[in-house]
């Protein structure tokens, strides 16, 4: 850190009066489902940034997307999705495989829903990869129609 009588190196960041915020905002038709549309009905800006509008959805009980959270942070843990990209692996997990990061994703989500006797999901009929994912964690194909296969994984 720079002191009065020393020059501030290019790595050093100076933040003087700088707040982390995020811009959030209400859809005139509540939460989306995928492919739909909504005008913005209301903004609100948060001061405390990411966390800080989760936390607030949690205590007000709202859904909230957040983008390439850990597995283990308190954004993926509430989300009602987290979206996963190839940044979250480099950022997050360098020396992970794709499918072990996606394999940690999905242990802590059955683990955070410890309660919930089956989970279901789908995905589309083209994603190879994503389906032989799915069935090495325990999910078995219940039915499939032209665009989606389902799977369905029994808990104890």
């Not at 960041?13 to 707040?19: E, M, T």
């Not at 325990?138 to 104890?156: A, H, L, P, Q, T």
């Amino acid at each position: 850190m720079a002191t009065g009588e020393e020059t501030m190196k290019e790595v050093d960041v100076y933040l003087f009066g700088q707040i982390l915020g995020t811009h959030s905002f209400l859809l005139k038709d509540g939460f989306l489902k995928p492919d739909e549309y909504s005008e913005i009905k209301e903004q609100y800006f948060l001061p405390g940034g990411e966390t800080g509008t989760a936390e607030t959805c949690v205590s007000h009980g709202i859904p909230y997307v957040t983008i390439d959270a850990a597995h283990d942070s308190y954004l993926h843990r509430h989300a009602a999705i987290n979206v996963v990209s190839g940044e979250c692996r480099s950022e997050h997990y360098p020396e992970e495989a794709v499918e072990e990061v996606m394999k940690l994703m999905m242990q802590e989500i059955e683990t955070m829903f410890s309660n919930v006797k089956e989970f279901v999901l789908d995905t589309p009929i083209w994603n190879v990869r994503t389906n032989a994912f799915y069935t090495k964690l325990g999910y078995v194909e219940v039915s499939r129609d032209n665009e989606f296969i389902y799977y369905i994984k029994k808990c104890e």
